[in-house]
């Protein structure tokens, strides 16, 4: 166990639906990340949240938005889904926005598996 | 933007040494990492190099050249478990605080008897 919580671990929809994903970072980690993976994509970076505020944003859709509440957790809504949304998406977290020196490793959820029908 | 290549498949042999190889493109560099994923599951931290060198952890070693954009990762004493792949990962630090880890498209690794 990371220590990252995400649900639901799968999830299974139809086009045009919306759905929500949630995440709960490690005890003391501040920073919050998403990641899409699909199988002929890779990992790709989304967004991230520092304590509540949006610091990077990445390939992420309009269709989808996130926030970062004030206990920490995260969540990621998807909305007016296509097929093309199928994949792996992961949370992760990490103790700090880092620009001082340090690993500040990234600590990945188990991952939420949607599947647009 | 940033661009990251690594090798998409190698096959190794248990008991051998594997290297592989990750370069990489990319303005405002703070930080090479590798990850391990094994299919499904999520990826895991390996080790980090930030600046020039070699280093070393227990079976697996990261080396980083920055001059170069390139780093590898060793394994050394493959084990069957060690099939997985392989995630080259480059960090940036963004103008206002933000950091964007970008990954590789990944090296699968087959360890075979």
């Known amino acids: 166990d990371s220590g990252v919580t995400q649900t639901p671990k799968h999830l299974i929809t139809a086009t045009g639906q919306r759905v929500t994903l949630r995440c709960s970072p490690r005890?003391?980690?501040?920073?919050v990340y998403w990641y899409q993976q699909s199988l002929d994509q890779g990992l790709q970076f989304l967004i991230q949240?520092?304590?509540?505020?949006?610091?990077a944003k990445g390939n992420i859709l309009e269709r989808f938005s996130a926030q970062q509440f004030p206990d920490l957790h995260s969540e990621l809504n998807l909305s007016s889904l296509e097929l093309g949304d199928s994949a792996l998406y992961f949370c992760?977290?990490?103790?700090?926005?880092?620009?001082?020196?340090?690993?500040?490793?990234?600590?990945f959820g188990a991952g939420s598996r949607l599947t647009v029908l | 933007g940033q661009n990251i290549d690594q090798p998409t498949e190698m096959t190794a042999t248990e008991g051998a040494i594997v290297q592989i190889n990750c370069t990489y493109q990319?303005?405002?560099?703070?930080?090479l990492f590798w990850y391990q994923q094994h299919a499904g599951e999520a990826p895991t931290f390996l080790s980090y190099?930030?600046?020039?060198g070699l280093e070393e952890k227990g079976r697996f070693s990261s080396f980083l050249s920055r001059s170069k954009g390139y780093s590898y990762l060793l394994l050394k004493e493959l084990q069957m478990k060690d099939s997985a792949s392989y995630l080259c990962?480059?960090?940036?630090?963004?103008?206002?605080?933000?950091?964007?880890?970008?990954f590789g498209t990944g090296t699968q690794l087959k360890v075979e008897l």
């Open positions: 992760a977290s990490s103790p700090e926005n880092t620009m001082t020196a340090g690993a500040n490793v990234l600590t």
């Open positions: 005890s003391g980690d501040l920073s």
């Open positions: 949240y520092y304590n509540g505020e949006e610091r």
């Open positions: 990319t303005s405002g560099f703070n930080g």
């Open positions: 990962a480059v960090r940036r630090i963004l103008t206002g605080g933000g950091n964007k880890l970008t």
């Open positions: 190099n930030v600046l020039d």
